[in-house]
């Protein structure tokens, strides 16, 4: 018997490919294409994380019943808010005196790194440093940029084991996602869930009416950030950073 299996659409390729110029090849597109289609319509059953990702692929299915809306969701035993100190290994190490912003995930063309390694620039004299965990295709030209530039206020590290990030999560004081505007409508980061659950506030840049945006702009959970995104972010970093009266909400996610 042909074993059944249910396909979970995060992210939507080719298409996610074909947007940041990644692909140009009508050859290897066609046949993504085809690929693509071809395993929708062999699934038995498959699941998109919201209505905007079900609309943009619902007409590549012969029969349209087997796509469902189910959205992401967080492990709420394991992502939680932690009040007391924690012993984590080197190199997270606390500096009281030290402002910590995290971004842990893949590092690729979803992203934009550009606020970033401008926010750096612009608050390297300050005591507020970006930790960026992770792998993927953008990782090199990340660390590049950071030694062209010697940003020492940006540290690049690689994935962590998973029991850690609730911890790690807890060791940052704030949180980033930054979205490339190319490939907004393309993916929805899972770790808002957990950044939520972990009860940390977030400044997120995408644009407006985009799956992440639509979802976060009625929650007090993070900054929004849809233009001027390089000046936009360090004004969102010292609106946290020096308002200590800035409260978020805690939110629990689960289904």
Not at 143 to 154: F, M, P, R
Request: proline share 5%.
């Amino acid at each position: 018997n042909r074993a059944k299996f249910i396909y979970n659409v995060k992210e939507i390729y080719p298409d996610l490919l074909i947007k940041n110029d990644a692909l140009k090849s009508k050859i290897i597109i066609n046949s993504l294409k085809w690929l693509e289609k071809y395993v929708y319509n062999h699934a038995s059953a498959v699941i998109t994380i919201d209505q905007k990702f079900y609309d943009q692929i619902v007409d590549r299915f012969n029969e349209k019943d087997k796509l469902k809306i189910v959205p992401n969701f967080v492990d709420t035993e394991l992502y939680k808010p932690i009040s007391k100190e924690v012993e984590l290994p080197n190199p997270f190490k606390k500096d009281p005196h030290k402002v910590r912003l995290l971004y842990a995930g893949n590092i690729g063309f979803y992203q934009d790194w550009e606020p970033i390694l401008f926010a750096a620039k612009k608050l390297r004299d300050t005591n507020i440093e970006f930790w960026i965990i992770g792998e993927g295709v953008k990782k090199e030209y990340l660390i590049k940029e950071v030694e062209k530039h010697n940003l020492t206020n940006i540290k690049v590290l690689p994935y962590q084991d998973r029991e850690l990030m609730p911890l790690i999560n807890s060791f940052a004081d704030i949180h980033f996602i930054s979205i490339n505007k190319e490939m907004e409508q393309e993916g929805f980061p899972s770790k808002v869930y957990t950044i939520m659950a972990c009860s940390k506030p977030m400044i997120v840049i995408t644009g407006e009416n985009t799956p992440l945006y639509n979802f976060l702009k009625s929650l007090n959970c993070s900054i929004l950030i849809s233009n001027n995104r390089n000046e936009e972010f360090v004004r969102a970093i010292n609106e946290l950073v020096n308002d200590e009266n800035k409260k978020f909400i805690q939110i629990n996610i689960s289904i």
